[in-house]
């Protein structure tokens, strides 16, 4: 009975959050469509979370999409089938590597971020002092961070995608012999439309899902520096899992059916 | 002007408020005073609907706060925050103007730094701070700036929650003295709650203690150390004994 109870109450609880970041995904909604609007904030955040993330965005699907090349090359060894190394790349890079591995690299870099920042606003009494200058907190700190990164990490997976089919495409024409012409052409060839769409529509949901824990676990972070480090913390594993799941499920949507 | 009457509040089993009743009026300055953890904060963002009281009504000339157009209501407060809750990603002078910049109070982006630059004049801070981020200053300054913000758009009402916490006591006294010129120049309606016993004397024209979530005592100032009350005594003597109990 006592397992019983516990598990009860885990499943209780699970279902407790999930209304509460459901509510809070609807609040930033609503406050993301009426105004005031803030464009100061939201080009701030388009400027933290989009342009200041290339950087690790270009150097993680550099370096994946050159080892996809190699893994690809050696696996495909074993039953004659190099050749389809630009194919494999390019389909693995934009359905999955692309979007998934922008994804958590956005909510290791940008939820942390935004956690952080808000819990110790929060902390510090500066969403309280928001509130008392007629500035909704919703407004001012989540809609132009949710908006925002549902908007530009769709943009960051595309560069993604590009860069690491070039990591791939300069390791097969630097070390694996393959023809530089010929590897563009292939990859050209084989990606579809939908390979595309379901790349970027990935980004925006998980753009999305990283910045709203973010602020979720920074609104509802708890008292003094530990609370702050639960709350980033708690974002991060929130966001990943999220995203992750979110992949699973979007897969099955564009290529399921 | 302000009014609570029969105020509760309760964060699950810690009963916090538990029937207060206070009356602030137009144009004058209230300390609450209270031991830590008496719910002094508790009581004045409920004035503020940072925190909504569990049962109990606060009126501000006569309307009930949760009644009032939030925005407009909000418009006539400033507040000092205990720790000044600058903005960190702002500079100094859109911290000042922060409520000049935007919503029903917004200016020009020009006059709106002027205006900041003339309020930090104000609390003694020169131009040259305007420009720098919150963290490049002392505390001191910090609590200056929060004044600053707080009176920016010459509010009716200005609450202060600990105004001198944390500083030295000159630097505490150029901030009570500067609280205290304020309100006379501005006419505002101002609370103030804090444990400092020089503020009070210095900022007050009444006091109410908070003691076990009520009002203990409340009167002017200068009745204060003749009130005869054990309690509000042993607190402005701050005796280890008495019927407070020191640990609590």
């Known amino acids: 009975m006592r397992i019983l109870a516990a598990i009860g109450h885990l499943v209780l609880g699970m279902l407790a959050a999930i209304g509460r970041v459901s509510l809070f995904g609807i609040a930033t909604l609503r406050h993301a469509l009426t105004p005031p609007f803030y464009p100061r904030e939201f080009g701030l955040a388009l ?20 080892a996809l090349a190699l893994q690809i090359y050696a696996g495909g ?17 934009v359905r999955e590597l692309g979007p998934v591995l922008v994804g958590l690299m956005i909510a290791a870099r940008v939820t942390s971020s935004i956690a952080a920042e808000i819990a110790t606003m929060k902390v510090t009494e500066q ?83 990283a910045a709203l824990m973010g602020c979720y676990f920074g609104m509802n972070s708890g008292r003094g520096a530990q609370g702050v480090g639960r709350a980033t913390k708690g974002s991060v594993e929130a966001a990943a899992v999220l995203i992750l799941a979110a992949n699973f499920v979007l897969t099955g949507v564009f290529f399921s059916l | 002007m302000i009014t609570l009457d029969n105020v509760h509040k309760a964060f699950g089993t810690n009963h916090v408020l538990r029937g207060v009743n206070l009356h602030v009026a ?25 925190v909504s009281p569990d049962a109990g009504t606060i009126t501000v000339d006569g309307t009930d706060v949760t009644q009032t157009d939030r925005d407009a209501f909000l418009a006539r407060f400033g507040m000092l925050f205990q720790g000044a809750a600058l903005f960190d990603s702002l500079p100094v002078w859109q911290n000042v103007a922060f409520r000049l910049l935007r919503g029903s109070l917004a200016k020009p982006r020009d006059e709106a730094r002027d205006i900041a630059i003339e309020k930090l004049r104000r609390v003694g801070l020169t131009p040259d701070v305007a420009d720098r981020l919150p963290a490049e200053l ?17 509010p009716e009402i200005i609450f202060f929650d600990e105004p001198t ?20 120049e501005m006419g505002a309606t101002t609370m103030t709650i804090t444990h400092d016993m020089s503020s009070v004397r210095t900022i007050a024209d009444h ?3 908070l003691h076990a979530g009520k009002i203990r005592w409340t009167g002017p100032v200068s009745e204060m150390d003749s009130a005869g009350d054990p309690y509000l005594d042993q607190f402005i003597h701050g005796r280890a004994t008495g019927p407070i109990e020191a640990v609590r």
């Open chain 1, 127 to 209: 969403i309280d002092a928001l509130v008392t200058l007629s500035t909704h907190p919703m407004k001012y700190l989540t809609a132009p961070r949710v908006v925002a990164a549902t908007l530009v990490v769709p943009l960051l997976v595309g560069v993604g995608d590009i860069i690491g089919i070039f990591g791939g495409y300069a390791v097969a024409t630097g070390t694996l012999g393959f023809n530089a012409a010929a590897y563009i052409q292939n990859t050209v060839d084989f990606l579809q439309l939908r390979d595309i769409t379901s790349s970027l529509a990935k980004g925006a949901v998980f753009g999305c899902i």
């Open chain 2, 138 to 154: 002392s505390g001191g300054m910090q609590k200056r700036v929060g004044l600053a913000r707080a009176i920016a758009a010459d």
């Open chain 2, 165 to 184: 916490t944390g500083l030295d006591p000159i630097m505490a006294g150029v901030i009570n003295d500067l609280i205290r010129e304020i309100v006379h």
């Open chain 2, 207 to 209: 006091v109410a203690m």
């Open chain 1, 77 to 93: 060894a074993r039953f004659n089938a190099e050749a389809v190394v630009p194919q494999i790349v390019a389909i693995g890079m």
């Open chain 2, 26 to 50: 137009k144009g004058t300055s209230m300390v609450i005073i209270g031991g830590s953890g008496t719910g002094k904060s508790v009581a004045i963002k409920s004035v503020l609907g940072l």
């Open chain 1, 47 to 66: 400027l933290n979370i989009g342009w200041l993330s290339l950087p690790v965005v270009g150097l993680t699907a550099i370096f994946t999409g050159g």
